[in-house]
């Protein structure tokens, strides 16, 4: 099994850190900004089971990627945990030493499949969450399906870990009449809400920037509700700008001690007001085996057919360290700047 021996660097001078994982392009959701029901009808021909990446080829690939830096991995979809046998997965995933593990799934069979994952050696868990409301939730992900069922999930992973993420996509006159009450119900010991900015992957979620609810407009809102202190960054490439709550209102500031979520956190992922393309550290694995080097990318390096031909370990590594050394992207900098490709991938493909 191989170890992480180092660190790749793409032409930017940006490490290879993470791997997104979709284990899947299927999604019992439809929501509005990844997989607009207009687009994606009931029988929309997602991808079948011999054209994604089996287990021990998305274990190939983590293996390769490891002397290259990697540190951390997310698996995600579409919707995860429509992927069989997915705590199978997890559980090889923990075997690798060092290796962070981590799920972001809707969270709608999540509270039934939490034990196993668990049990698996599942590190952590993010759920979507866009809105409290039931009607608005209801019209937000496009099916019909309860919000109580996200929220016991979202309990559930916290009594499992002491802690749990929950990403808000915010979209002007859709959801963003959500943002106080979704404070409020977060403001809790072990919670980390992230308002994540509306953005433009892929080109069928009729995306414009006046649908984008910028996170400065959001942290003054809920700066209303209480005092709230910023952050460091857990590690360099962490892409939410962080706030904790306070539970003094007018406490004065203690400069000799660093501030503390003790009593909750909200987040702030502000790709289009404040790109961090900079320090991003993230590469994805399509759940048809190609891997994108940007979540904005026109198209991916195909690495089912070499991982199908029985390419070896070291010429695996040595195709991902050339994909990786000759990157790049910084979409998000350059957004408006200069034209965007007519092709981007679609979300469901590659994950958030």
Request: include cysteine; proline fraction near 6%; charged fraction near 25%.
């Amino acid at each position: 099994m191989r170890v992480n021996t180092g660190s790749m660097v793409d032409l930017l001078g940006r490490p290879l850190r993470d791997l997104r994982i979709s284990v899947t392009d299927s999604c019992n959701f439809r929501c509005t900004y990844c997989l607009p029901a207009h687009a994606f009808p009931a029988d929309y021909p997602f991808l079948s089971g011999s054209q994604l990446l089996t287990f021990d080829e998305i274990l190939r690939v983590v293996e390769a990627a490891l002397p290259l830096g990697l540190k951390k991995v997310k698996l995600t979809g579409g919707e995860p945990l429509l992927r069989s046998l997915l705590p199978e997965l997890v559980r090889s995933l923990s075997k690798f030493p060092g290796l962070e593990t981590g799920l972001i799934t809707n969270g709608l069979h999540l509270e039934a499949l939490l034990p196993r994952l668990v049990d698996a050696g599942l590190g952590s868990v993010t759920v979507s969450l866009d809105a409290l409301d039931p009607e608005v939730f209801s019209r937000m992900t496009g099916n019909g399906h309860s919000v109580e069922a996200i929220l016991k999930a979202i309990d559930a992973v916290h009594r499992a870990y002491g802690t749990v993420k929950i990403n808000t996509v915010l979209l002007r006159g859709e959801n963003d009449d959500q943002v106080e009450s979704l404070a409020r119900h977060f403001r809790r010991p072990g919670f980390d809400l992230r308002f994540v900015e509306f953005m433009d992957v892929g080109t069928l979620n009729r995306w414009s920037r006046e649908r984008v609810v910028p996170g400065d407009e959001v942290l003054a809102r809920l700066q209303l509700l209480g005092t709230l202190t910023p952050l460091p960054k857990k590690h360099a490439g962490e892409t939410s700008e962080r706030w904790a709550w306070s539970d003094v209102p007018s406490a004065p500031s203690d400069e000799t001690s660093a501030p503390s979520a003790g009593q909750g956190s909200v987040g702030f992922i502000n790709s289009v007001t404040r790109p961090f393309c900079g320090d991003c550290s993230r590469v994805r694995l399509g759940a048809d085996g190609r891997l994108y080097t940007c979540l904005f990318s026109a198209k991916g390096f195909d690495l089912r057919a070499p991982l199908r031909r029985g390419e070896s370990a070291d010429a695996l590594g040595a195709r991902l360290a050339a994909i990786w050394s000759g990157r790049s992207d910084r979409y998000s900098e350059l957004r408006g700047v200069t034209p965007a490709a007519a092709d981007r991938i679609e979300m469901f493909a590659v994950g958030g």
